[in-house]
T-cell receptor
Framework: NAGVMQNPRHLVRRRGQEARLRCSPM?????VYWYRQLPEEGLKFMVY????????ESGMPKERFSAEFPKEGPSILRIQQVVRGDSAAYFC?????????????FGQGTRLTVV | GQQVMQIPQYQHVQEGEDFTTYCNSS?????IQWYKQRPGGHPVFLIQ?????EVKKQKRLTFQFGEAKKNSSLHITATQTTDVGTYFC?????????????FGQGTRLTINP
């Protein structure tokens, strides 16, 4: 079991470019969560998805950010027209179910740097 | 919205000393989870507490969940250099799954060998 796979591990983008972050959940997991971590801070919830559905996007900025989890393939977090403030570590977590008593398995994260 | 406060932000100890980090939520939680993150790494799940007043132990680590389910603590006895990292508590109070977690700011533990 390969665990939660995120790629790329590191991503550098110039201001105004697009960033695409990918997350493949653990085998058998159908629930994916994205978190953002700024330096020296905790993780901030962004979005919760199941296959082909966005369940909760209350933590997503209203503009430039979108997420999807298609029937086939990884979950994608897309940031359009990146700005310096988007520089952060983005972590994906997966679980086999969305119930209250399930631990989260985190990927190793994508560290986005906007220059 | 729900807030989770964690103190202290930093803690430096001599190897062998004890360490405690505290977590307080602005709302009653359905459960609380604890994670450890090494520098440059990703959060790794340590434990989940669900019941009011629950106490769980993992070797030198003791986790408590308050009676009101609004606070929690992690205590490490006789720290070792392998304990270095940032410890996060994360609470859930909603109905949409444990992973819509609200994280505390974390306590960064450094150890003098």
């Amino acid at each position: 079991n390969a665990g939660v796979m995120q790629n790329p591990r590191h991503l550098v983008r110039r201001r105004g470019q697009e960033a695409r972050l990918r997350c493949s959940p653990m085998k058998g997991h159908s629930h994916v969560y994205w978190y953002r971590q700024l330096p020296e801070e905790g993780l901030k919830f962004m979005v919760y998805l199941q296959k082909e559905n966005i369940i909760d996007e209350s933590g997503m900025p209203k503009e430039r950010f979108s997420a999807e989890f298609p029937k086939e393939g990884p979950s994608i977090l897309r940031i359009q027209q990146v700005v310096r403030g988007d520089s952060a570590a983005y972590f994906c977590a997966s679980s086999p179910q969305g119930g209250r008593r399930t631990e989260a398995f985190f990927g190793q994260g994508t560290r986005l740097t906007v220059v | 919205g729900q807030q989770v406060m964690q103190i202290p932000q930093y803690q430096h100890v001599q190897e062998g000393e004890d360490f405690t980090t505290y977590c307080n939520s602005s709302t009653t939680l359905s459960n609380i989870q604890w994670y450890k993150q090494r520098p440059g790494g990703h959060p790794v799940f340590l434990i989940q507490l669900v019941k009011s007043g629950e106490v769980k132990k993992q070797k030198r680590l003791t986790f408590q969940f308050g009676e009101a389910k609004k606070n929690s603590s992690l205590h490490i006895t006789a720290t070792q250099t392998t304990d270095v990292g940032t410890y996060f508590c994360a609470g859930s109070s909603g109905s949409q799954g444990a992973q819509k977690l609200v994280f505390g700011q974390g306590t960064r533990l450094t150890i003098n060998p």
